[in-house]
T-cell receptor, first 112, second 115 residues
Framework: GENVEQHPSTLSVQEGDSAVIKCTYS??????FPWYKQELGKGPQLIID?????GEKKDQRIAVTLNKTAKHFSLHITETQPEDSAVYFC???????????FGTGTRLQVFP | DAGVIQSPRHEVTEMGQEVTLRCKPI?????LFWYRQTMMRGLELLIY????????DSGMPEDRFSAKMPNASFSTLKIQPSEPRDSAVYFC?????????????FGPGTRLTVL
């Protein structure tokens, strides 16, 4: 089955700097890659997703890149702000399955 | 829409007691998922339903865990008897179409502590 690895487990950055979180997946049939943000005391919330027919997607300060050959995808946050502090999860799935396989999470801390 | 609703938000019980967690998905969503989150194991899928029918319960840890979805607007996750290792945050999520292709909306979670 699918396995998703996520690095780093913790990441501390200064406000205004960029943050990058990387994930690798094992199943070459995977073609949907969402990213979820979990704030303290809340459930995860989708912030951006990418499908296998594109290599990059951007939404304001966040972007996701996908390399299907290498089977890895990354989340990029530019101009980080204290409110970006949270746990971020990557996930993967294929079109013929109903469920997501989540990575282990990255705790991002943005210091003012 | 109020989003996914879970109750209770916090539950403290003693080992051996029965625990029932409740979830109301977003109206019109066909899929419902139950997850468990711990520091050690991260976010684990326990079971999911499509149109009220359980599809995959391979993540349910053991027979002490059971889940039902009697109608499109209500689901329960029951643990009987509970054990300290069941302590975790349990999330319910729903999606309009397949959760492997569509956004999953998570509830606020139930923090379960088994003493």
């Amino acid at each position: 089955g699918e396995n998703v690895e996520q690095h780093p487990s913790t990441l501390s950055v200064q406000e205004g700097d960029s943050a990058v979180i990387k994930c690798t997946y094992s199943d070459s049939a995977s073609n949907y890659f969402p990213w979820y943000k979990q704030e303290l005391g809340k459930g995860p919330q989708l912030i951006i997703d990418i499908r296998s027919n594109v290599g990059e997607k951007k939404d304001q300060r966040i972007a996701v890149t996908l390399n299907k050959t290498a089977k890895h995808f990354s989340l990029h946050i530019t101009e980080t702000q204290p409110e970006d502090s949270a746990v971020y999860f990557c996930a993967a799935s294929s079109y013929n399955t109903d469920k997501l396989i989540f990575g282990t999470g990255t705790r991002l801390q943005v210091f003012p | 829409d109020a989003g996914v609703i879970q109750s209770p938000r916090h539950e403290v019980t003693e080992m051996g007691q029965e625990v029932t967690l409740r979830c109301k998905p977003i109206s019109g969503h066909d899929y419902l998922f139950w997850y468990r989150q711990t520091m050690m194991r991260g976010l684990e899928l326990l079971i999911y339903f499509n149109n009220n029918v359980p599809i995959d319960d391979s993540g349910m840890p053991e027979d002490r865990f059971s889940a039902k979805m009697p109608n499109a607007s209500f689901s329960t996750l029951k643990i009987q008897p509970s054990e300290p290792r069941d302590s975790a945050v349990y999330f319910c999520a729903s999606s309009r179409t397949s959760g492997g292709w569509d956004e999953q909306f998570f509830g606020p979670g139930t923090r379960l502590t088994v003493l």
